[in-house]
């Protein structure tokens, strides 16, 4: 029997490469439906607020700098002055109405454990729900080799992650600690899924992507392939979707990776396992009184990258990296012709 499952959207900000060059074009992809593929755009009256933060400042996003391909949303930028950087956007409510075995089925495939196991034991699994949710994304990424602080700006949205770490100082096997606010104040023992993904620019291939399927938002993420700052990028469109709905249960579970809570001041630690795109995920939802509503949920999610030892600069690699410099080369093959020249003049 075909089962129909309800498949709600993550939402993430991704990027090709999170080591930048100064004053240089890029461009950040604004994924609606899983890590690995988006499955549709977002539109721009979606977006309350949509930021670039670096050197103290933050930096309202301009419509004009919005594209899409396929169903991906695309923000193109120049990366301005040295520093770690901040990308951030947060979207209007929206709401869906789900029958109770949507709703549970929902709850059970994006990781909700604690309003599903509410529902087993108050005898509310019958119960059809209204949910009213929106979607809060932010993404660190470097420029240059000069690191600030401006990876710990809270943005005063509803949900969101405030890094206790700059994850730009820190190399696969360290351990990430950040805090989770909700309108401002710390969340205690809230469930948050840590995981990554190789990148191209890694030597860590091996990575299990956090999925989210809840067709709560969609719009164009961009597509673009950075060294270190300079970037070439697809556009994908898709046009706006509510919730989408699926014949197969089998690719919807979307919480893999490390399984974490956070403690009575909203700190939790993620351990960086392997060099890769790391991504932290949330949805705080919650029984609400709103007319016309049953719930309320706040979706959040952060990405960052994470390399091996390098620093900013591991993505760059020179003839002198990890051997015998080149020039040395030079000298040792002048050397070896003028021995030779005078072993044979000497013979001769």
Do not use: C
């Not at 191209?200 to 719009?219: C, I, L, V």
């Amino acid at each position: 029997m075909a089962i129909t499952v309800f498949s709600s959207h993550t939402m993430f900000l991704k990027m090709d490469s999170y080591f930048l060059k100064p004053n240089t074009p890029a461009t950040i992809q604004l994924y609606n439906g899983t890590f690995d593929k988006s499955e549709n755009v977002i539109d721009r009256d979606r977006m309350l607020d949509a930021s670039l933060i670096g050197n103290g400042q933050r930096i309202e996003v301009n419509n004009s700098q919005w594209s899409e391909k396929d169903s991906i949303t695309l923000l193109d930028f120049e990366t301005g002055e040295e520093g770690t950087w901040v990308a951030a956007i947060s979207t209007a409510p929206r709401s869906i109405e789900m029958t109770a075995e949507a709703f549970n089925t929902y709850l059970e495939h994006e990781g909700i454990l604690d309003m599903l196991e509410w529902r087993k034991k108050n005898n509310a699994l019958d119960a059809a729900a209204v949910e009213k949710y929106s979607k809060h994304v932010k993404t660190i990424f470097q420029v240059g080799e000069k690191r600030t602080n401006d990876w710990q700006t809270p943005l005063g949205y509803p949900i969101e992650f405030i890094p206790l770490d700059n994850p730009y100082d820190l190399n696969t096997g360290d351990s990430f600690k950040f805090k989770l606010l909700l309108n401002g104040n710390p969340l205690a023992n809230q469930l948050v899924y840590a995981d990554f993904k190789g990148s191209s620019n890694t030597h860590t291939h091996d990575a299990t992507a956090a999925t989210d399927h809840h067709s709560h938002d969609k719009k164009p993420s961009t597509s673009s392939e950075h060294t270190h700052g300079g970037s070439t990028h697809s556009h994908e469109k898709e046009p706006e979707k509510e919730h989408h709905h699926e014949e197969s249960i089998e690719t919807h579970t979307h919480t893999s990776g490390q399984q974490l809570r956070t403690d009575a001041k909203g700190i939790a630690t993620a351990k960086l396992t392997a060099d890769g795109i790391w991504h932290l995920q949330t949805i705080h939802l919650i029984p609400t009184e709103e007319e016309g509503m049953t719930h309320e949920s706040n979706w959040s999610t952060l990405t960052f990258e994470v390399t091996h030892g390098h620093g900013a600069d591991s993505h760059t690699h020179d003839a002198s990296e990890g051997g015998i410099p080149s020039y040395l080369y030079g000298l040792g093959s002048i050397l070896l012709v003028g021995l030779l020249f005078l072993y044979f003049n000497k013979k001769k």
